[in-house]
């Protein structure tokens, strides 16, 4: 018998695989609006694309549901905080098995002042978004958390001195994805 959670995952994986296959225009454009807005009201949501409002409260559920809105999130900015230092860490470990990497990432889960890790392909392993007051607890952060951290072999951050861009929304296109035939990109 197969264990209920790997059962409930799969389950999971294909509602949002059969969701995200028959996404419409509509699907794209709630997903847009809500994203630029999150606040925004079911009412006001469904004049934007078009509907009334109970079929848009539907379409919003089922997108909760499939996992495609993860959660609501306010938008805030480090730097009224008195978190005036943005920086980038790379973060590349001498050794991957199991153990090192579960105890790496609960260390780069439980850091407050790590907003973002992200796992990377190339030279480095890790990729952390770090936010600080200033350049001595920068210096704290690494000294006594980062270089805490098991089996590291190198540390190297970048510090922005600006943002271009901050976080952008995922603005799925709001033209259907063409089907591709079976064997081809």
């Known amino acids: 018998m197969a264990d209920d959670g790997n059962f409930n ?10 969701l995200s296959s028959v996404m419409d225009s509509i ?6 609006e809500l994203q630029l807005d999150g606040r925004l009201a079911n009412q006001d949501l469904a004049e ?3 509907l009334s409002p109970s079929p848009t409260l539907r379409r919003v559920r089922r997108l909760e549901e499939a996992g495609i809105i993860a959660a609501y999130q306010a ?3 480090a ?6 230092v943005l920086a980038f860490v790379e973060l590349t470990l001498g050794e991957h098995s199991t153990p090192t990497v579960e105890a790496v990432e609960r260390s780069l889960v439980a850091n407050e002042s790590i907003i973002e890790a992200h796992m990377l392909a190339g030279d480095a ?32 951050s970048h510090f922005a001195f600006g943002t271009v861009k ?9 033209r259907p994805q063409r089907r591709r035939a079976a064997g081809r990109p």
């Open 9 to 18: 995952l799969v389950k999971a994986n294909l509602r949002q695989i059969l």
């Open 27 to 32: 699907d794209r454009q709630i997903l847009r």
């Open 48 to 50: 934007r694309v078009g």
């Open 75 to 77: 938008v805030i900015d």
């Open 79 to 84: 730097g009224q905080l008195g978190l005036k």
């Open 125 to 156: 392993d890790y990729l952390v978004k770090v936010v600080v007051e200033d350049l001595e607890g920068f210096e704290h952060f690494i000294v006594h958390d980062i270089r805490a951290i098991p089996h590291l072999a190198s540390v190297r």
């Open 166 to 174: 901050a976080t952008a929304p995922v603005l799925p296109s709001t």
